[in-house]
């Protein structure tokens, strides 16, 4: 079993929702670290902690951004970090379902992703060496406490329950 971590430069955590019942607003948080445990030979018994700054949250609007760190949403100050925490890793084909808890706003629920990868072992240009993995999954927000919502005139809600989430990670061997 050898241990991996998070490379954050080389990685991305992203999510969509609909807003105002119209178009997918899509955003990221820019700071994610964690650790993989990990063995080739035996994939079902790896495992994968991993922690995402909520106060990194980058939706390229901000106003929005101040909105999502707020009480209304996140609430950062109080909820600092999402967090997952794996449970199980199955083969799903070629590729994995990995289930584990999901700690959003202080709420955690099992969530399971649908995984592609680990990637081949490749030598970076400075001799770290390198896989990779993409996730996705969905959610509903208010399973996490995220209720904060606006009627719309026409009908409808300002922004949607169902939220989209996809991982692109890239992990260094640790030494």
């Known amino acids: 079993m050898s241990t991996w971590l998070i490379d954050p430069a080389h990685s991305s955590a992203n999510f969509s929702v609909k807003h105002?019942?119209?178009?997918?607003?899509?955003?990221?948080?820019e700071k994610v670290s964690g650790t993989l445990q990990y063995d080739p030979s035996d994939i079902t018994k790896a495992s994968i902690e991993a922690s995402i700054d909520a106060a990194s949250i980058n939706t390229r609007e901000t106003q929005r951004?101040?909105?999502?760190?707020s009480a209304d949403f996140f609430d950062v100050e109080k909820y600092p970090t999402l967090n997952f925490k794996s449970k199980k890793v199955e083969k799903d084909g070629?590729?994995?379902?990995?289930?584990?808890?999901?700690?959003?706003?202080?709420?955690?629920?099992?969530?399971?992703l649908e995984v592609?990868?680990?990637t081949a072992e490749m030598k970076d240009p400075y001799g770290n060496i390198k896989i990779g993995i993409s996730a996705t999954t969905?959610?509903?927000?208010?399973?996490?406490?995220?209720?904060?919502?606006?009627?719309l005139e026409a009908g409808g809600v300002l922004?949607?329950?169902d939220v989209a989430i996809s991982l692109d990670i890239q992990f260094a061997k640790k030494v």
């Open 138 to 151: 969905k959610i509903k927000r208010k399973d996490f406490g995220l209720t904060w919502n606006a009627a």
């Open 65 to 69: 951004d101040g909105h999502l760190k």
């Open 94 to 112: 070629e590729d994995l379902k990995v289930t584990g808890d999901l700690t959003i706003h202080g709420i955690t629920k099992e969530v399971a």
């Open 20 to 29: 105002m019942m119209i178009a997918k607003v899509h955003g990221g948080f």
């Open 159 to 161: 922004v949607g329950d």
């Open 116 to 118: 592609e990868g680990p």
